[in-house]
């Protein structure tokens, strides 16, 4: 019996604890817990607008003009596409831009059609220049 008070006593000194002190350390930790929560979300916030800046500082603005030669991106899916294949094509001549970053587009053997103008980058190369071999001049082998 003697065990049995001691717990009961012990439970009841745990359950009567003062509840004004309680509630105050409950509010203290649900502020504190709102204070992490804003700070996070500042955080984020932050985070967010580092990267959108970086990725902006990343992308190019490609200005294009009539009678540039540009290489179009091939964007269609294709099942065994071939890795070492380009996925650029032409080169094509600007003939017309339009608003919106459309373009309209000659091919040398005379077909034109539009595309959009994120398909597009300058082609910048013009035909290798040829493979020039020296002049090797053989001498006698010494013996």
Request: proline share 6%; aromatic share 10%.
């Amino acid at each position: 019996p003697l065990e049995l008070e001691h717990k009961a006593y012990w439970a009841l000194k745990h359950a009567n604890f003062d509840l004004k002190t309680a509630s105050d350390h409950q509010k203290l930790q649900l502020n504190e817990l709102n204070e992490l929560r804003d700070q996070a979300y500042e955080n984020s916030l932050i985070y967010k607008e580092r990267t959108k800046k970086l990725h902006g500082d990343k992308i190019k603005n490609r200005i294009f003009n009539v009678g540039d030669q540009v290489l179009l991106f091939n964007s269609r899916l294709k099942i065994f596409s071939g890795k070492l294949k380009s996925r650029w094509s032409g080169p094509f001549t600007i003939f017309e831009i339009y608003p919106c970053g459309i373009a309209k587009l000659i091919h040398p053997d005379g077909c034109n059609f539009k595309v959009n103008g994120h398909r597009l980058k300058h082609y910048h190369g013009g035909d290798p220049p040829p493979l020039e071999i020296p002049d090797v001049h053989t001498f006698p082998k010494d013996n």
